[in-house]
Antibody
Framework: QVQLQESGPGLVRPSETLSLTCTVS????????WSWIRQPPGKGLEWIGQ???????NYNPSLRSRVTMSIDTSKNQFSLKVSPVTAADTAVYYC??????????WGQGTLVTVSS | QSVLTQPPSASGTPGQRVTISCSGS????????VDWYQQLPGTAPKLLIY???QRPSGVPDRFSGSKSGTSASLAISGLQSEDEADYYC???????????FGGGTKLTVL
């Protein structure tokens, strides 16, 4: 079955760029939508945005001005960039498969801390 | 402030039935289906219920979902200690043009 794994730096300086990659295994990225969701420590879930294999994107309006998503079908990977970051962007970032608006499965998540 | 409203906490004793509510509006729950996620401590969320009341393969039938108007509920019967987790509801929101989550409910098994 499809599995997802996030990767990227765990520490980012304020005002710089957060960059994460999600690698999809056990299935092709050339189907479904692929999403990023984050969870600040001790808080709830926030949808960041989604990307289709064609490259079309849809972002949360609250983050749209700072978010960029891309997809590399040859590597079965999709990516997230957030810039510039502040301490409020400190969170566990999850990638997930989006099928008919439901998220399943999810990656294990990666903690990104924004601090100088 | 989450778009979907859930009680912050719920509790029950082993064997009991508990319900968790999720309140929304006509731009989300009132127009589309609701999904529920279970997040065990220190792990990623897992799909528990989709399309209001459907269980993915492997989810026990102790878990059930329902929806009426702009509200939805998750019911857990025969409560077990391993059900202690955070539970989130989610639905597509037409105003946001994206999915929204509830703030989460922390379930404690006493």
């Amino acid at each position: 079955q499809v599995q997802l794994q996030e990767s990227g730096p765990g520490l980012v300086r304020p005002s710089e760029t957060l960059s994460l990659t999600c690698t999809v295994s056990g299935g092709s990225i050339s189907s479904y939508y692929w999403s990023w969701i984050r969870q600040p420590p001790g808080k709830g879930l926030e949808w960041i945005g989604q990307i289709y294999y064609s490259g079309s994107t849809n972002y949360n309006p609250s983050l749209r001005s700072r978010v960029t998503m891309s997809i590399d079908t040859s590597k079965n990977q999709f990516s997230l960039k957030v810039s510039p970051v502040t301490a409020a962007d400190t969170a566990v970032y999850y990638c997930a498969t989006e099928m008919g608006s439901k998220f399943d499965p999810w990656g294990q998540g990666t903690l990104v801390t924004v601090s100088s | 402030q989450s778009v979907l409203t859930q009680p912050p906490s719920a509790s029950g004793t082993p064997g009991q039935r508990v319900t968790i509510s999720c309140s929304g509006s006509n731009s989300n729950i009132g127009r589309t289906t609701v999904d529920w996620y279970q997040q065990l401590p220190g792990t990623a969320p897992k799909l528990l219920i989709y399309r209001d009341n459907q269980r993915p393969s492997g989810v026990p039938d102790r878990f059930s979902g329902s929806k009426s108007g702009t509200s939805a509920s998750l019911a857990i019967s025969g409560l077990q200690s391993e059900d202690e987790a955070d539970y989130y509801c989610a639905a597509w929101d037409d105003s946001l043009n994206g999915p929204v989550f509830g703030g989460g409910t922390k379930l404690t098994v006493l």
